[in-house]
């Protein structure tokens, strides 16, 4: 009787045991699964602050280039009330930055000088060879007639290899570039969106050394880097307001006289990142104060990769002030 009652008490003991094994086992699970849980809302809670940060930005800029007037500084017309289109970074509303890029000082997809193209392109590690192909497949990609290029590609070309046939029109963004055939192999072009971050697909005419990149500056008929530089150091003391100028520091480089702008374009490239978001969000805007529905337009909108090719991307100033624009007089008095 007596072994009996121990083996009863030893299988209680056991199934005990296993029974707080298997509660502590759940216990585990369940707090692990609301830790998850609790991190996923965490990040989801971050993530949505992160957006709405960057809406009140994005909304701040728009009416911001909607209702201030442009000058040689940018948006305002002084250069401490100005905000600056040369890509460089500002705080935004919260721990979000912002960059404004004149469409005017990028190298043009739409009005295409086959030198400055070649040359960027140069600067980018292509090869002269590979230069001239890439001239011609773009040429012929947006180009109206079907007739091939020496070194290009019409639709039999793109029907051969199972790829979507070219539109014969301007491109929307600079990312359709990779849909042309030989422009998506060349990783140099890619490579922290170097080729993307230069050029524009907006349709504006002139060129403004004020707002372009040193890439765009140096690959001006006759420039070279070391001019580039001396270009931005003069600009960053004040703005270039006419070619005389202009050459005076940069020497006879550049395009002629009729396509050297220096005041802002009515289309700008809006970029916004967030150190809470593993990407960036780009916006290509143009003015339309004529229109019925809104006085700006969204020409397209991307989700794309961070970059850290940005000057003092670290260090963002915050975005200046608003002035106060002149009360218009009453014409009754």
Known sequence: MIAAVHRQRGFVLVLTLWLLAIITIGASYFAERVATSVESARKSQELTQALIDMSNTRAEILFRYCTTPLSVYGIGVT???????????????????????????????????????LRLLGQLGISAEDRDTLLDTFNDYTDTDDNRRLNGAEAAEYRARGLPLPPNDWLVTPWQLQNIIG??????????????EIVSAAHVIGFNPNSAPREALAAMPGSSPEIADRVI???????????????????QVGLDADSMLFFPADNIRLTQESDRIPWSLRYQISLTPQAEHSPWRIDYYIKTGLTSSVPNANKPDPLPARVALPTPADPAL
Do not use: C, H
């Open 233 to 251: 150091q003069r600009r960053a003391v004040a703005p270039f307001v006419d070619l005389p100028q202009f050459i005076s520091v940069a020497g």
């Open 183 to 196: 422009w998506r192999e060349k990783a140099a072009l890619w490579k922290d969106q170097r080729l993307p």
């Open 79 to 117: 250069k401490e009330s100005a905000i600056t289109l040369d890509n460089r970074p500002y705080l935004g509303s919260g721990t979000d930055t912002v960059r404004l890029q004149d469409s005017r000082g990028l190298v043009s997809l739409t009005i295409v000088r086959p030198e400055m193209l």
